[in-house]
T-cell receptor, first 108, second 112 residues
Framework: AQRVTQPEKLLSVFKGAPVELKCNYS??????LFWYVQYSRQRLQLLLR??SRESIKGFTADLNKGETSFHLKKPFAQEEDSAMYYC??????????FGQGTRLTINP | NAGVTQTPKFQVLKTGQSMTLQCAQD?????MSWYRQDPGMGLRLIHY???????DQGEVPNGYNVSRSTTEDFPLRLLSAAPSQTSVYFC???????????FGSGTRLTVV
């Protein structure tokens, strides 16, 4: 079965410090992985897609098939990065399976 | 181009009442899904559809019905509301390819 695990429910770092939000997945085939962000009481927004290897708002994520991970990283956190972050995996049946989410708080 | 539109934004129901949460998208997306968001549980898939006339159950389908008579609309019906269905409900749509899903703004439902 497909599963996405985000081991940290809460993560707090200081402004300017590096950030890493962890995501591990369980999937037998080639995964399609995404990171979504949800700012306070807003809709989810797509942040990153693994296939595009892009950097959005300074965030990057690398797919590591050996470790089945897709961790989200940013070298210097900003206060506006405070939000809920979800890692998600899309199955061939077009279901999007989410992790439990990590609430990131950036302290001034 | 409105994207994914959900109505209503807020709703309070009494236990046992029924209601329909509306979801419409104007992007001609094939795929549509309903999720519920609860603290500490992330987003859990209720039902999803890969095209008009085709629906399937997700992780937590009990107590909910869906239909997809058109590409644009994917309503979610609560048959007999229960307090356990108090949640924020999100509708999402997507298409084939490596793009993610587009989400609606959510419906905050309280069942008393």
């Amino acid at each position: 079965a497909q599963r996405v695990t985000q081991p940290e429910k809460l993560l707090s770092v200081f402004k300017g410090a590096p950030v890493e939000l962890k995501c591990n997945y369980s999937y037998s085939g080639s995964p399609e992985l995404f990171w979504y962000v949800q700012y306070s009481r807003q809709r989810l927004q797509l942040l990153l897609r693994h296939i595009s290897r892009e950097s959005i708002k300074g965030f990057t994520a690398d797919l590591n098939k050996g470790e089945t991970s897709f961790h989200l990283k940013k070298p210097f956190a900003q206060e506006e990065d405070s939000a809920m972050y979800y890692c998600a995996l899309r199955t061939p049946a077009q279901k999007l399976v989410f992790g439990q989410g990590t609430r990131l708080t950036i302290n001034p | 181009n409105a994207g994914v539109t959900q109505t209503p934004k807020f709703q309070v129901l009494k236990t046992g009442q029924s209601m329909t949460l509306q979801c419409a998208q104007d992007m001609n997306h094939e795929y549509m899904s309903w999720y519920r968001q609860d603290p500490g549980m992330g987003l859990r898939l209720i039902h999803y559809s890969v095209g008009a006339g085709i629906t399937d159950q997700g992780e937590v389908p009990n107590g909910y019905n869906v239909s997809r008579s058109t590409t644009e609309d994917f309503p979610l019906r609560l048959l007999s509301a229960a307090p356990s269905q108090t949640s924020v409900y999100f509708c999402a749509s997507g298409q084939q390819g490596s793009y993610g899903y587009t989400f609606g703004s959510g419906t905050r439902l309280t069942v008393v």
